[in-house]
């Protein structure tokens, strides 16, 4: 039990994190905390990825002539690293466009609530 | 099954193509009135020869097929000139001819607007009615009743007033439930046997069927084949798609789209379900039920109606239902019959709508009420109207009579008492909602009538011929087109042999 | 609205926590993702990785072996990712130059 | 909006540590081989150096360092940098992205050697002018006039 | 060397043409118009020949740096993802040809970075189609994402707004899916397709399985649109600019649905997905609810691209009834579908946008009969497209439609059925009222002497570069529905998942 619960933690605080971000992006009104939102929710599923790739007792995956490549437990897996380092990107790239468009709202509706701007483009489509 | 030798023949689909081909001529020339007219006439006669020259070789039951293209795997785009196929497809282009000439004369008279686009839609609807004729399966024959359900609609609304266009969205209404209808109950065939081919003696008639699956089916089929031939509840699309100018209510009424329906109805009875495995289940009871209730209550309606077109309409749907009654009976004599009863009543309608046509031409009347002494003005029209009532009422030696009367004998063949009776009441019905408007229009003076003479002989002579071709169908029913022959023909083929 | 939210997130967690319990233990150097055969019998490509990266293009970093050359190609989508994040910025927010400013900026 | 009047703290400790930034940039780019690094990284450290001089110093004056219209077409560069290592690998007969078919030298583990430090290079061009680039973009955006 | 290269070379011809657009377009902007050409086009004949070699030699895998996946990324054409990749290329080139003067003439879009991000979709959706890797297509699916977002933005005033809530949505739906990679990942140790789909069979029990599964439907669910994830799509497809939308409307829902059926049945299996977990039951019953909903929706919008964004809404439904069916009729249904609603939607949204361009705006209350008169042929390719969306004959929209029927009958599946069959009467609805607004004359006109008048009617069509990819686009709806055989049986067929 202990030794089960040892093992998973680390993906529960992973899914906990994920729980807030998705609460974030799909409950809040404000749009740069919807982002923020996104941001935790994607930062979540990294953390959720290296942590799978963890192995007890191993060392960065960097070739070391003293530990040799025949073991694979001497090295973590790498895998999920590379994978994250692309998700990362990612995430920044989305970010990025996110507050470009924040911006580009912003300068038209001078507002960044979500329910004020869905009152003023319901206007904007009755003219 | 007979001997059926089957040959490749591209003549039922020049007969499909011609007027397709004409209608984009109609359109390019649309500037130029009498060529776009010169198109129309053309094709139609053009279409006649086609189909008439497929009749020598039906009676012989030498059927013409030919396959276009598959559309789905294992289903062709296929036309067959069997010999029902070309009765109808004789009946619809023939009745073509006529109502170009007599749509010219109309649609001149009342200098009508977008007249290409009346002349456009008209070759269409006559493109997939012959399609719908020729069809060897029953995707094939989904895919023209689609086209013609579509090609119709501009028809409809031709006017272009609230009234049409209101008409035409319930027309669209029913049609398109219709075909949805149709589309589902031929997916459910193909499913269940693998095959669509149209067969003189039904697809079914190997195959085993529950009798749920079969009643569930029949009646699909009949809500999509139903609507078209307006069989009651399912009418009331017909008389509100009067709005539509008269030759293409004619055209609605008496041949292409109604008379599709009832086509359909004839078709699968008889070459889907066909009649031995319809007996078996009882099926045709409902037939029997609804087309019974149908001619009587429609005559009904039609007493109480005043405007003409209306009452005609009315009288349409009794007159539709004795097909369906006929092909409900499953004996030969009935389904003979109702075959030549397709072609007899569309003789007969024709001229009717004419003759109501050409005195909102001339007149601008709509009203029986107003029918007062118009027999007087116009002779010639309303003679050919007497005509057609008396053969609609089913007196001889129009031709509805020998139609009629082979229908009552399939009801005495097939033990149907009822059915006998129906026929008897609906005929005197029928003179009752008939023969008042020929005694106003002889025997009453009229008012207004001063200085108003026959209408233009454009409209004139296509009405008087149809109404000399009732007569003369009426005296002998082979004249010219051997629409006996060719209808003994189709009974023989389904029954394998006949008993009259 | 706000009920249906929640159950969203409800259910999400719910989801995540029953997966989770399916998860190898974290750490754990011989779960499924870190064998030298997957269970079809087939390489596993991590460990391929931790052998031969180095043989193969005489890199000591195992990561950048991995994502420039095994999985290159899913490096330069990752380029093209920002890449378009950048053409997006740009056509949604830079302005037009005027004509003799062109230099100046 | 006023411009408040430039700080010399700020803008004399960012001058400095700029380049010292963008030297350990290119630590990291170049040593990605060796130890945790790469394009990636390197790349957001360059642009880093940018957009700290960009922070401090103001739109005109880091023009002169790094002219935003040039940013695009730099991160494009970057983008064919890579591709084109790629490409030249599918020209010389391999697969896409096949650098041992790049003929730099004869050891195919070399090979790959030398082409991930290539496209190493490349993102790191790309990613320091796009990152650059989104931050002129936003900043333009977020300015009014 | 290109032979042995075909199947990756799609999406990077894009993905150099877009990356040397703004390099090369740097001085002059015309030029960045013509790349996408030259790249679109080049794109499209490989396409054909990846087609045709697929055809010919089978299933070619294309691995990345040479490494045998696993352990490197590999690219797979199938008839699946060929036939997909050809779709979207030629749709694209179609609409790009559209855009040359629309861009420019409407709002102020810069083309440099416009065009690029066109051609930087283009190359996500290739790579998505061809990708046979798990993380690969979850990397090309953010660039086609984020261009996306880039490309809805920049219309009107009200389009950051539609792309930001597209783009929450949209990145928690690709999180998802990296989510649901990651669980594949932990538990099967592989990202390849083939590999898990080879290991998978023995980790049928476990609960990171049933999840992984479920993110990843969410995940294209949100891409696809499907019923409860629709929420971005109709401010998306209203508020962009033209190309954009009849970019995205026609290709980017698509995608989504072809990674749903890849990974569904490519990837976890058909059994396991149908009859193990019913998830394909879960997905047609949210379809069926979907058809109904963008249905009724779409009838009670007044712009029209609004009203096509709904209906779009309920086509995808068709799409994902077909997957979910989860037998051979339906898959081909729903890839036949996939065709047809991506060219009659193309059709369509072009129509709209030219509309829109003409006219300043595509209110359909505000369209009236003499927007045919001006521009007779781009209202015909309209009528053509309604009619393929109603499911008329002989269009491509009733044989996708007649598949997805047969379909859902294999499965005794009647519900669906009749949402099939009610869906297309709903259509006929909508955009029979659009075609009775463009096609005929207003009934309560104020001002119809001012619609009359001669300079009003005259023909004012469209810039022949905007005209003939209309065309082109309503002329292969008839010709692919005539043809479909040869596309169903020759391509489509091959496709079918083992199992199935």
Known sequence: MIDFFLGHYGYWFAILLMCLGLYGAIMKKNLIKKLIGIAIFQTSIIIFFVASSSKWGATVPIFDEKIGVANTAKYINPLPHTLMLTAIVVGVATMGVAFALVISIFQKYKTLDESVLLKRMKKDNDI | ????????????????????????????????????????????????????????????????????????????????????????????????????????????????????????????????????????????????????????????????????????????????????????????????????DFKAGGIFENIVLSPNMAWILFLLFLGGVGVKASIMPLHSWLPTAMAAPTPVSALLHAVAVVKSGVFGVVRVVCFVFGPKLMYELGLNNILIVFAGFTIIVASLMALKQDNLKRRLAYSTISHLSYIVLGAGLL?????????????????????????????????????????????????????????????????????????????????????????????????????????????????????????KKEASPFVVVPLVITAILAVLLGICPDFLFDFYHLALRVVTNVFGGISL | MKVVNYLIMIVFCALMIYASLGLPSRGDAYADLNKEKSLSQTPNAASYYIHNAKKDAETENMVTVILADYRGYDTLGEETVIFTAGLVCFLLLRKEKKKNGKKKR | MERKKDNPIVSLVSRTVSPFIMLFALYVIFHGHYSPGGGFQGGTMLAAAFILIRLSLGMEISQLQFKSSWATPLGSAGVLIYFGTGLIALLFGGNFLDYGFIPFSKAVAENRSIGILCIEIGVAIAVMAIMVSIYDDLLEGSSDD | ??????????????????????????????????????????????????????????????????????????????????????????????????????????????????????????????????????????????????????????????????????????????????????????????????????????????????????????????????????????????????????????????????????????????????????????????????IIYGSIMAISQKEMKRMLAYSSVSQIGYIGLGIGLCNPMGLIGAVLHVMNHAIMKACLFLVAGNYRVKLGHSNIFKLSDNIRKKKPWTTAAFTVGALSMVGIPPTVGFFSKWYLVLGTIKNSSWVFLAVLLISSLLNAIYFFRVLEKVYLKPIRSTNLEELNMPENNKKDEVSSSALIPVLILAIALIVLGLLNTIIVKGIIEKMIPAGM
Not at chain 2, 55 to 71: D, F, G, M, Q
């Open chain 5, 1 to 290: 060397m290109i032979s042995s290269n075909s199947a990756a070379l799609t999406p990077l011809i894009l993905l150099f043409m877009a990356v040397s657009i703004p390099i090369v377009a740097l001085k002059k902007k015309q030029i960045a118009f013509f790349m996408v050409m030259i790249a679109t086009s080049i794109s499209v004949i490989i396409s054909f020949y990846n087609i045709f070699r697929v055809l010919k030699v089978g299933t070619i895998h294309y691995h990345f740096g040479g490494w045998i996946p696993p352990i490197g990324i590999e690219y797979v054409l199938d008839p699946l993802s060929s036939f997909m990749c050809l779709v979207i290329n030629v749709i694209a080139l179609l609409v790009l040809i559209h855009s040359k003067k629309i861009v420019e003439m409407e709002s102020k879009i810069k083309s440099v970075p416009y065009y690029a991000l066109v051609l930087l979709m283009l190359c996500g959706f290739n790579g998505i189609i061809l990708a046979g890797d798990l993380f690969n297509l979850y990397v090309f699916l953010e660039i086609c994402s984020l261009s996306m977002y880039g490309l809805i933005s920049v219309g009107e005033k009200q389009a950051p707004v539609a792309a930001f809530r597209y783009l929450i949505i949209g990145a928690v739906g690709s999180s998802f899916y990296l989510l649901g990679v990651g669980f594949l990942y932990i538990t099967t140790g592989s990202l390849n397709m083939v590999d898990v789909r080879s290991i998978i069979p023995h980790l049928y029990n476990e609960p990171t399985i049933i999840v992984a599964i479920s993110l990843m439907v969410i995940g294209f669910g949100i891409k696809m649109a499907v019923f409860p994830f629709h929420g971005w799509l109709p401010d998306a497809y209203t508020y962009a600019p033209t190309t954009s939308s009849a970019l995205i409307a026609p290709t980017g829902t698509k995608i989504g649905a072809y990674a749903m059926l890849r990974i569904l049945f490519f990837v976890f299996g058909v059994n396991y997905v149908s009859k193990t977990l019913h998830i394909t039951d879960i997905l047609a019953w949210l379809s069926a609810i979907g």
């Open chain 2, 1 to 196: 099954m007979n001997i059926q030798s089957f040959y490749t023949s591209f003549v039922p689909l020049y007969a499909v193509l011609v007027s397709l081909i004409a209608a984009p001529l109609i359109i390019l020339s649309s500037k130029k009135r009498n060529l776009r007219e010169f198109w129309t006439i053309a094709a139609s006669l053009i279409k006649f020869g086609l189909v008439v020259s497929l009749v020598p070789n039906a009676l012989l039951n030498k059927i013409a097929e030919l396959s276009i293209v598959e559309i789905s795997p294992g289903i062709e785009l296929a036309l067959k000139a069997d010999p029902f196929g070309v009765f109808f497809a004789l009946v619809a282009s023939g009745l073509w001819i006529f109502t170009s000439f007599y749509s010219i004369g109309y649609v001149r008279g009342l200098k009508d607007h977008k007249q290409t686009r009346y002349f456009f839609y008209f070759a269409i609807c006559l493109s997939s009615t012959i399609g719908v004729a020729f069809a060897a399966n029953l995707l094939t024959f989904v895919v023209f009743y689609e086209i013609l359900t579509i090609a119709t609609y501009p028809l409809v609304i031709h006017k272009e007033d609230e009234k049409s266009i209101k008409a035409g969205r319930k027309y669209l209404a029913y049609t398109l439930t219709a075909g949805s209808l149709l589309i589902a109950a031929t997916a459910v065939t193909y499913q269940i046997t693998n095959n669509l």
């Open chain 2, 331 to 451: 004996s030969s004599a009935a389904i003979l019959g109702a075959i030549m009863h397709i072609a007899f009543h569309a003789v007969m309608k024709i001229t009717l709508f004419f003759c109501a046509g050409a005195i909102y031409v001339n007149l601008h009347k709509e009203n029986i009420s107003e029918l007062n002494g118009v027999g007087k003005v116009m002779p010639w029209t309303m003679g050919a109207f007497a005509v057609g009532s008396i053969g609609l009422t089913g007196i001889p030696p129009v031709n509805g009579f020998v139609s009629k009367w082979y229908i009552g004998l399939g009801a005495l063949q097939a033990n149907n008492l009822i059915a006998l009776i129906i026929l008897i009441i609906s005929g005197l019905l029928n003179a009752a909602y008939f023969f008042p408007i020929v005694h106003r229009a002889f025997f009453r003076t009229g008012e207004g009538l001063e200085g």
